[in-house]
């Protein structure tokens, strides 16, 4: 845990310790950045190969395909997060960090992956049956389209930011059992800081789109401040932890 965790109070703080910490230290963060957008379109790639036809087979086929590579995407996921959360605790992080999910705690990963992907497969299947087996191409059934995506999509994101901790849980807790990884997560994770998290990730979409508008260029620099502000969040999320953990051994 970073020395400067006691002191972050707001998003703002967050942000401002991200830019600090950035400062001077850009290359290594905007090419794991790259990393991290090449590696999120080979897996999108795949998932577009998927749609092959509106058949049973096909549905079945887009389905297992659906499981697996999101599943994997976790460890990637969670190399992102150790070298994020790395980057904030040592003077010096390594790039080698973003393989950490394929080298230990593959078995807790996978299976968070695992769990996030049914909750979003099962929450998503209305509109998956509906675009498979059904015609979209009246503007009702396109609207209706529409509204299963979003609806299923908003939900998936809501869960996922509840559980945002959960890799940096496992980054600071290696080799732990899964139960113990999520009792943790909903315990730094209660309903103030799940809006505060929200907040956060709210704040950083005018920077998007601008770098958007960059042509993407611009994302280089906003992906590893939004990841390195994740990251201090985490680490304040921890902070206030134990800060209540002490609170109530004292008052026991």
């Known amino acids: 845990m970073s020395d400067n965790a006691c ?48 058949d049973m087979f096909a549905f079945i086929f887009y389905i297992a395909l659906f499981i697996t590579v999101n599943s994997i995407w976790g460890l990637i996921r969670f190399g992102i997060s150790r070298y994020f959360l790395s980057f904030i605790t040592t003077k010096k992080a390594s790039p080698a960090n973003i393989f950490a999910g394929f080298k230990g705690s593959t078995e807790t990963i996978i299976s968070i992956s695992l769990i996030l992907t049914i909750i979003s497969l099962i929450l998503q299947l209305p509109y998956l049956i509906y675009t498979f087996f059904y015609s979209v191409n009246t503007l009702p059934s396109f609207l209706l389209s529409l509204v299963l995506f979003f609806a299923a999509n908003l939900i998936v994101y809501l869960i996922e930011a509840y559980l945002a901790p959960i890799y940096f849980v496992i980054c600071d807790n290696p080799g732990s059992r899964l139960p113990w990884i999520i009792v943790i997560t909903f315990s730094l994770m209660n309903t103030k800081n799940f809006f505060k998290y929200i907040g956060l990730q709210i704040s950083f979409i005018p920077l998007y789109l601008l770098g958007l508008l960059s042509f993407g260029i611009g994302l280089l620099w906003v992906v590893p401040y939004a990841y390195t502000s994740y990251a201090y969040f985490y680490e304040s999320l921890c902070e206030e932890y134990l800060s209540r953990q002490k609170k109530a051994a004292v008052n026991e």
């Open 7 to 54: 002191k972050i109070r707001t998003n703002r703080e967050i942000r401002s310790y991200a830019r600090e910490r950035l400062l001077g230290n850009m290359l290594i963060p905007c090419l794991v950045t790259f990393f991290f957008f090449s590696a999120k379109n080979v897996f999108e790639m795949f998932m577009q190969l998927g749609v092959l036809g509106s």
